[in-house]
């Protein structure tokens, strides 16, 4: 039954679709203005409805850059409990500048980290805060079409890839599939680590990139876990008894990958982006004790991390220790090497003259 009434919300999905396409159409006669600036700008993003893994993407390109160029970031900072231009500092919080902006903060503080809804008028900001900056990376930016970026990479899941789905609400698409033409590179994300080399070109087929774009693969890769307050390495026995509490679009892949690595995993799930109260942290602490076994752990995400810094002084009363599961994106079939000069190849092009 469920199936059928989904069909119901079909032509809503052709009107949205319709209006994103007039837009997109304006803003490629140029009747809506993009603008563009002089230093090399990086938007990475999606055309679904979150849960990509956009975040460990743009932690990558970080890494890849940070060493040679100031690197600077730009999101909108969604769900955060302020507004305008900020650009973080030794006082933000998830709650000033949003969980994602945060996260690089705290993980990168030799980038500045800036947040701001127009970004048109955030970039300006930013370099006159940050005159030094060479590399704009863009948070999320795909749809937000004021800004002309030099480089668009699309992020597209493995198991709901683009090519497969429909526009909001029958599907989860924010604009119809032709809005991939704008990306200069796309990355299939959260692949099996073991994915076939047919497969892979079975998936090449059915995207058919561009001749001006750049396809690759990635897979989520898994790190130790890390006491959320002292940082420190936890060490868990693989009889142990873990609890999940994790706000995030798809829990799925942390799931099953600490169903590889302890005996029992327990989910309890909250929305994404959500903001946790004191009442959540005591539902967690029971959630916790009524679990079975003497070796128990409650594990979140880097993301949620942050937002359960804000409740330090409630999981401390609550005598609630907290281990984070980090995440990184590594490339499939050899091809990073590929992407990093692709990406080098582009700043290197785009920095002015006078900035390199």
Known sequence: MLRYLNFLLYPFSLLYGLVMWIRNKLYDRGLLTAVEFDIPTIAAGNLSVGGTGKTPHVEYLIRLLKEEYKVATLSRGYNRRTSGYILADEHSTAADIGDEPMQFHEKFPDIK???GEERMLAIPQLL????????????DAFQHRSIKPGMNILITDYKRRFTRDHVVPFGRLREGRKGYERAGCIIVSKCPPNLSLAEKEAIEKEIRPLPHQRLFFTTLQYGALYDMVSHEPVALPANATVLLACGIARPEPLLNELRTRYQEVFLLPFPDHYYYSEKDVAKIKKELNDLPGHEKMVITTEKDAVRLHL?????????LRVAVMPVEVS????????FN???FDYVGRSLPTFNQ
Do not use: H, M
């Not at 409740?311 to 005598?319: C, D, F, I, S, Y």
């Open 113 to 115: 980290v800036c947040v």
């Open 128 to 139: 006159g805060d940050e005159p030094e900056t060479q590399v704009v990376l863009l948070d």
């Open 311 to 319: 409740l330090q002084k409630t999981l401390t009363e609550q005598n």
């Open 331 to 338: 490339f499939l079939f050899g091809e990073a090497s590929s």
């Open 341 to 343: 000069n692709f990406i």
